[in-house]
């Protein structure tokens, strides 16, 4: 959690990674305390209006939520706390995520749907709010350091051909 603004407005962080692993045979009964845990303890926090951060990178397929969790989720959440959310940003976003919201997108008002923004790299998630109050744990910043690695050698591949090289020069 960290905060931002005059006012001291709540960010919330959310690191998919730390999810519990859906093998588990309490799996239901985890998630769900999970989030009344959540919920209660937005409640608490956030009188003013805030964000969520959603860490996705790192997560493998067996830790992240599934739709019907998720959908339930938004129904709990009361009107106070949805109105009061700003925007819900999530980082590293994989093709699961945004096939989900893709597919629930009509089913979800159009004002929590503006609010969702993806961004790619902890770097673009600086640009957009300030970092001196937010953790980031290190197996995001691992994660989100060695996609970047791999985008910047495929890039350099990519200007090292010389039939993407002279395309490009003509």
């Known amino acids: ?51 969520i951060v959603y860490l996705n990178g790192a997560t493998p397929r067996s830790r992240m939520p599934g739709l019907g969790w998720m959908k339930k989720c938004y129904q709990m959440i009361d009107r106070r706390l949805r109105k009061n959310l700003k925007s819900f940003i999530i980082v590293h976003p994989s093709w699961f995520i945004r096939t989900i919201l893709a597919v629930t997108r009509p089913f979800i ?21 300030p970092m001196e109050y937010v953790h980031i744990p290190d197996s995001i910043v691992k994660y989100d350091e060695e996609r970047c690695i791999k985008r910047r050698m495929r890039t350099s591949c990519l200007s090292n051909d010389p039939e993407i090289t002279s395309v490009e020069q003509e």
């Open 109 to 129: 008002s159009s004002k929590f749907s503006s609010k969702i923004q993806y961004v790619n790299t902890l770097a673009e998630l600086r640009e957009m709010i």
């Open 1 to 51: 959690t960290g905060y931002y603004g005059d006012g001291l407005n709540a960010i919330i962080v959310f690191a998919a990674c730390f999810l519990p692993d859906s093998s588990r045979t309490d799996y239901n009964y985890v998630m769900e305390n999970l989030f009344l845990y959540v919920i209660s303890t937005l409640e608490l926090m956030v009188a003013e209006d805030y964000m």
